[in-house]
């Protein structure tokens, strides 16, 4: 199972819009509408940030959203905020009680 | 609050084994299905394996597939990785992960396996 595509990184001034995309295949991303995102920042466990291609869990802010096309799913991150700096995944179900993560996305608050 | 601790990472020669745990509290451990993620050092994240709640079923990347067994205790709610015939590339931070409805709601704060000689 192929890791799905991140750009290796994104960057953006506080109050910019930016957004990842993460490009699969139809055996995954296209597949399922199983699609998640996790924020890392350096040294911490990663915490989910979008589920069900775009859902938001509670507490976490709705300038962070989802959305997905065909093969690729994608987050915007809208209002970027110095605390947005940080590593980003996303996830999506592979079938077969599998899943695959993304190569990730370093996001740069300039 | 869910809180998941994970343990049992150390250093590891090659071809040896190695036990982590996750010991879970917070929620109703039984009634979910509880994952293992890792992540190499300065790499992504790489989903490993899946125990379903009941200890049915259980499923692995092809990485770690006749290699690793997931297995979990209701009764202590721990969640375990065995792992053995260990290698130099399984050398990463272990993090178990507890299922939300389609991903993994909330993690362990992971910990680290090194397999060197």
């Known amino acids: 199972q192929s890791a799905l595509t991140q750009p290796r990184s994104v960057s953006g001034s506080p109050g910019q819009s930016v957004t990842i995309s993460c490009t699969g295949t139809s055996s995954d991303v296209g597949g399922y509408n199983y699609v998640s995102w996790y924020q890392q920042h350096p040294g911490k466990a990663p915490k989910l940030m979008i589920y069900?291609?775009?859902k938001r869990p509670s507490g976490v802010p709705d300038r962070f959203s989802g959305s997905k096309s065909g093969n690729t799913a994608s987050l915007t991150i809208s209002g970027l905020q110095a605390e947005d700096e940080a590593d980003y995944y996303c996830c999506s179900y592979a079938g077969s009680y599998t899943y695959v993560f993304g190569t990730g996305t370093k996001v740069t608050v300039l | 609050q869910v809180q998941l601790v994970d343990s049992g990472g150390g250093v590891v020669q090659p071809g040896r084994s190695l036990r982590l745990s996750c010991a879970a509290s917070g929620f109703t451990f039984s009634n979910f299905d509880m994952h293992w993620v890792r992540q190499a050092p300065g790499k992504g994240l790489e989903w490993v394996a899946v125990?379903?709640?009941?200890?049915?079923?259980?499923y692995y990347a092809d990485s770690v597939k006749g290699r690793f067994t997931i297995s979990r205790d209701n009764s202590k709610n721990t969640l375990y990785l065995q792992m053995n015939s260990l290698r130099a590339e399984d050398t990463a931070v272990y993090y178990c992960a507890k299922k939300g409805s389609t991903d993994f709601d909330y993690w362990g704060q992971g910990t680290l396996v090194t397999v060197s000689s």
């Open positions: 125990i379903w709640y009941d200890g049915s079923n259980k």
């Open positions: 069900g291609v775009s």
